[in-house]
């Protein structure tokens, strides 16, 4: 009697953890790219002025790419958009972005004070 109970409860059990194993992020989830798609217009236009050009998957610099991709951040799960946003506050409250010799170069880089605020404000992780 003791076998047959505990077959049944083993595959309810069992049934139980798939299920709670497959709730995780994929390439069809929602979730995936909410980060992302998110972004206001007003920073997708910041982004795509003054940071897409070195921080892209074709940009020369592979330090820069390494740093930040916005091409593979967009196919990233969620967490880590939300660790790239946190790691974007900190580098723009730093003053560390754009770098200080690329703006020697290409002054018309830098960021106003206007694009960094819309910047932080996006980019700051908001905990639950």
Not at 26 to 45: F, I
Not at 51 to 71: F, I, P, Q, T, V
């Amino acid at each position: 009697m003791k076998k047959l109970f505990l077959i049944p409860m083993a595959a309810i059990i069992g049934l139980l953890f798939f299920q709670g194993t497959q709730k995780s992020e994929t390439p069809d989830s929602p979730e995936l790219h909410a980060v992302m798609k998110k972004m206001p217009k007003k920073v997708k236009a910041i982004v795509d002025e003054k940071c897409y050009g070195c921080h892209n998957a074709n940009a020369k610099s592979e330090k820069a790419k390494s740093k930040l991709d916005w091409d593979a951040l967009e196919a990233t799960k969620k967490s880590e958009q939300i660790d790239a946003k946190a790691k974007i506050y900190e580098v723009l409250a730093k003053g560390d972005m754009p770098p200080k010799r690329f703006l020697e170069n290409k002054p018309e880089g830098k960021l106003s004070e206007e694009e960094i605020a819309a910047l932080m404000k996006w980019s700051a992780v908001k905990k639950k």
